[in-house]
């Protein structure tokens, strides 16, 4: 197998279980893919000065929760129905995911600067 090929059958993105006693269930969080972090990050930076991301937690994690197969569990356009939901439970989920994709509290007060 060649080097392109193996990078682009390379199956590298990681599932992590979660529980979350207020809603009930566990959920999964994954690595978003590198084309999903460039779009949060631009969306995050192109809203500095206008008032910032609206629900950049929500935005954030909706590309990270999952099934257990890694399918994630909510679209980009419900957002809201995720940001409606308590805000203890979606930070400290926030919080996970973005250790789980190598965002460090650095980065994230970085991007608040921009």
Do not use: H, Y
Not at 48 to 71: H, P, W, Y
Not at 76 to 91: G, H, P, R, T
């Amino acid at each position: 197998m060649d080097i392109k090929a193996a990078i682009l059958s390379s199956t590298t993105k990681k599932i992590k279980k979660v529980e979350v006693p207020e809603w009930g269930t566990p959920v999964f969080m994954r690595t978003m893919t590198a084309g999903e972090r460039d779009a949060w990050e631009l969306a995050w930076l192109d809203k500095q000065g206008k008032g910032g991301v609206a629900n950049f937690r929500s935005v954030f994690l909706v590309k990270c929760l999952c099934d257990e197969n890694g399918t994630r569990l909510f679209a980009d356009n419900e957002v809201e129905q995720l940001a409606a939901q308590d805000s203890k439970v979606v930070n400290r989920l926030f919080e996970i995911a973005r250790e789980q994709n190598g965002l460090t509290s650095d980065q994230v007060d970085e991007l608040a600067k921009n």
